[in-house]
């Protein structure tokens, strides 16, 4: 039996993906979201993240396409400036998505500590 005085962590991932296996949701695109609702641009969005605009965009443009459903509204620039605001489907996406995540990353501990925390004797946490 190993004993480690360092505790290990389990690590997982899950996302969404169409039969061609071209990604459609997943936690990039749920830090895109999140970065565009904190600072109301794609723009301040790909800045805050220190991503490119395009590549920020290109995300955000094929979920879109790949989903049928719009996940920002953008506002014109002009004297106010521009920017934009999530839809209530990517409000949605961001609630539901988070939650599944949390989910996967407690039944992950739950089954890595079942059929490796005795033998290793860790505490995965």
Not at 97 to 110: H, L, V
Request: charged share 30%; proline share 2%; glycine share 10%.
């Amino acid at each position: 039996m190993t004993d480690t005085s360092t505790p290990l962590f389990s690590r997982s991932k899950g996302w969404l993906q169409d039969e061609e296996g071209n990604v459609i949701f997943g936690a990039g695109r749920l830090r895109i979201l999140k970065a565009i609702k904190r600072n109301g641009s794609i723009h301040a969005a790909a800045k805050d993240l220190k991503i490119g605009y395009r590549a920020v965009w290109a995300r955000i443009h094929a979920t879109e396409e790949r989903l049928g459903i719009k996940l920002l509204e953008k506002k014109i620039g002009g004297a106010s400036g521009g920017g934009s605001e999530l839809t209530p489907l990517a409000e949605f996406l961001i609630d539901q998505f988070t939650i599944i995540q949390n989910r996967i990353e407690k039944e992950t501990d739950k089954l890595f500590q079942e059929c490796l925390g005795d033998r290793l004797n860790l505490k995965i946490t």
